[in-house]
């Protein structure tokens, strides 16, 4: 793939085991309803030996790609984002889809999976600035699980036990088959029109009983029940299903952390400008003598985030695209100080994470395009 061959082969690394580990560290279900992300263009069965890391897909960047044989481009703002209704050679868009493809350049995005993923966009971004202790401005919400407590006679423990794991039960984070057990005494006394598997009609039976807990997803609710009911041995098993708490999850947009050393809002600013290096610069509201130690940062465009970061109390909020009249009105009601750092300036510390991430788990040579994108770079004070 590529006009050149830029590097040797590294192996049998293919499109697809590129989009296999990048998947796996920005799962696509993190992405927002209405983005866009994956494979754009490419065959995933053809080897990938060189990957460019970038956060616009822009004709410069092609045309570096180009020269330097690259043979896929890992972007995190994508090329077909809003509806097209063609790809033809003399649109904009469609000019880039053609000579991506003329030059078997594979073209992969991840966006806002990127952003709410751990690490992701702002963990790169908050690093950079010297944040720590970090957690997400707006979490993703943990999925909703119930625990399953059920009353196995001891001999059934693992017939039970294994097929509720079948239906999916017992996963806790990376691990499987989880659960808990306690043996005790069970009673019961079958009536005139039951079955029993143990006892008699009409008797009180006392049986040597497990009770087994575990956890499994809400959603799998009656997938769960019909395994239970059907592995169980009693005509009608005792269990109970209990709602947990519905909690955040550790990944999610932006990320809020402490800084070091305390800091004023002037001297923050001129450092995230000096280790951004926003071609337009880095602006800057509030007070400039005000002393910083917590900070929230979203790589991007944030300002829709300014409510949510005004409820955490933090000293000051940096991110991109801050509007007028929503960062007056944030100011005006004692928010945090509030910093615009552009919005190439605060996703591009993510490309070289992602680019260290596909050198060290496939071995391709990964490298970062890095020269703005940034549709804005001129700056001027007069």
């Known amino acids: 793939m590529g006009e050149s061959a830029g590097q040797s082969a590294v192996g049998s690394v293919t499109v697809g085991d590129v989009v296999g580990v990048v998947e796996a560290a920005y799962p696509p279900a993190l992405a927002a309803s209405w983005d866009e992300v994956g494979l754009v263009c490419g065959d995933r069965a053809e080897q990938v030996r060189t990957v460019r890391v970038c956060v616009d897909v822009t004709d410069e960047v092609v045309d570096a790609a180009v020269a330097d044989g690259i043979d896929l481009i890992l972007a995190h703002h994508p090329l077909l984002l809003r509806g097209v209704t063609t790809v033809a050679a003399d649109t904009g868009k469609g000019r880039i889809i053609h000579r991506l493809i003329r030059n078997g350049i594979a073209l992969l995005t991840a966006h806002t999976n990127a952003d709410s993923a751990r690490p992701g966009v702002s963990d790169a971004l908050a690093d950079l600035l010297g944040l720590v202790d970090t957690v997400p401005i707006d979490p993703v919400p943990v999925t909703p699980m119930d625990k399953w407590v059920v009353m196995v006679p001891e001999g059934n423990v693992e017939q039970v ?191 070289a994470h992602a680019a260290a991430l596909l050198a060290d788990q496939l071995g391709v040579v990964a490298t970062v395009h890095d020269q703005p994108t940034d549709p804005f770079r001129i700056h001027s004070t007069g």
């Open 161 to 351: 036990s294994e097929a509720m794991f079948a239906a999916g039960a017992g996963t806790i984070g990376e691990y499987r088959d989880c659960s808990w057990s306690v043996v005790g005494t069970g009673q019961f006394e079958p009536l005139e029109n039951a079955a029993p598997t143990i006892g008699e009609i009409g008797m009180r039976t006392h049986v040597d009983e497990a009770r087994v807990e575990m956890v499994a997803s809400r959603g799998i609710r009656r997938r769960v029940l019909a395994a239970l009911r059907a592995a169980h041995p009693y005509e009608e098993p005792a269990f109970d299903v209990l709602e947990l708490a519905d909690l955040d999850s550790v990944v999610g947009i932006g990320r809020a952390g402490t800084l070091a050393e305390p800091v004023t809002l002037a001297e923050f600013t001129r450092r995230a400008a000096s280790l951004l290096g926003t071609p337009a610069g880095v602006r800057a509201a509030g007070d400039p003598d005000r002393l910083l130690r917590t900070v929230a940062v979203c790589g991007g465009s944030g300002d829709s985030y300014l409510d949510t970061v005004g409820r955490l109390g933090v000293d000051a909020y940096l991110t991109a695209d801050l509007r007028h009249h929503p960062a007056d009105e944030a100011l005006r009601i004692g928010g945090p100080a509030l910093i615009d750092a552009g919005h190439w300036a605060t996703e591009f510390p993510w490309c």
